[in-house]
């Protein structure tokens, strides 16, 4: 299957900071990518839809300014957290989009990074 | 409104057969997926059914009904590798996934 990674695994830093979390489709090219937030005994939820080229398209409710994302390329997708405070503070994944096997569509989700703001 | 609903925790014992439900009511249907989730880690995935009837996967099995809404995730022979979240999520008319909140599957020895 599919190899979507992350980076890093696990971020701790103080409030106020900015945080880079990065989403990479190793073995296929994504031309849509998501991010997920998912808070402890909670499902996913959705924060932004990424496409390449283009601007991401962002849930209601997610601050566009606060969480910048960027597709730059068709392997690699970025999240930003600006100024991060505690409540920011949860399990991100990224996803990426690819034909699978039986050519349905399907997301192949990274590893997740665990951001704990100070 | 779009909605998935499944239990929200069962329990099962280990080596007996558990079925999670999942039912939906969502703008269009474009499949349904069963993920796993251990505690800490990311969704991995187990099924996708797109027709009526049942798709069968080694111990795991998933059966979807379009006209009813419903589809299950059957696990045989359960090992207590199996306690995790189990996700329902069904991909709508704008290929937009819509997720479930998980059910929590507890597997005693």
Known sequence: GAVVSQHPSWVICKSGTSVKIECRSLDFQATTMFWYRQFPKQSLMLMATSNEGSKATYEQGVEKDKFLINHASLTLSTLTVTSAHPEDSSFYICSACAVAEGDHNEQFFGPGTRLTVL | ?109
């Not at chain 2, 239990?7 to 039912?23: F, K, S």
């Not at chain 2, 049942?54 to 022979?77: A, H, I, M, Q, W």
């Open chain 2, 1 to 109: 409104g779009q909605n998935i609903d499944q239990p929200t925790e069962m329990t099962a014992t280990e080596g007996a057969i558990v079925q999670i439900n999942c039912t939906y009511q969502t703008s269009g249907f474009n499949g349904l997926f069963w993920y796993q989730q251990h505690a800490g880690e990311a969704p991995t995935f187990l099924s996708y059914n797109v027709l009526d009837g049942l798709e069968e996967k080694g111990r795991f099995s998933s059966f979807l009904s379009r006209s009813k809404g419903y589809s299950y995730l059957l696990l045989k022979e359960l090992q207590m590798k199996d306690s995790a979240s189990y996700l329902c999520a069904v991909l709508d008319s704008n290929y937009q996934l819509i997720w479930g909140a998980g059910t929590k599957l507890i597997i005693k020895p």
